[in-house]
């Protein structure tokens, strides 16, 4: 992580302000993510704040007891009128039944197999199932895969964070910002990261660096 800090802070200068002024990047593997749980949870969240997904997710979960992992079977055979109950929209239940599907037949992989796998093959596949997005799997990616050179360009607070970063009265276009992102390589998960902290973080002209 010290040559991925450094590489970035090397880009500029204003970059360097940026990383000195933030909390160091802290996201790490999850080891015993499934992708089941971790994208059912995120067709929960979709469009949704923090806590009324939450509450959700929470009525979901509770559907099934108190056990520590989701069955896909169990929530094939679930009727929907159930789901519908613990508040998901139907689009949604629809959703988490096309995930469960296609985890049963193989489409979703297992955690085994996503570490073999590059990004784009687990877009590729993960992209078949109903509700799931490019973002959505670039999330799995960045925070539970811990891949290092994920870039959401389509991500707004990854490009509002970079426009407050360096001066940018518009925000890029994602082709736009696909180009600036190279100078970033093989470190731009990382970068997105320090954007997203880059809107909470304090203005430049009145941080105090933590190396002060």
Known sequence: ?????????????????????????????????????????????????????????????????????????EMLKTPDEKLRGAGLSRSKVAALKDLAAKTLDGTVPTRRELVKMSDEEIIERLTKVRGIGRWTVEMLLLFDLGRLDVWPVADYGVQKGFAKTFGRRKLPTPKQFQKIGEKWRPYRSVAAWYFWRALDAPDAKTAKSRFD
């Open 1 to 73: 992580m010290k040559k991925a800090i450094e590489h970035l802070a090397r880009s500029d200068p204003r970059f360097a302000a940026l990383i000195a002024r933030c909390r160091r990047f802290d996201v790490v593997a999850n080891e015993l993510v499934r992708p089941f749980d971790a994208l059912a949870e995120s067709i929960a969240y979709q469009q949704l704040s923090g806590k009324a997904a939450a509450t959700i997710w929470g009525r979901v979960r509770a559907l099934y007891g108190k056990r520590k992992w989701l069955d896909p079977a």
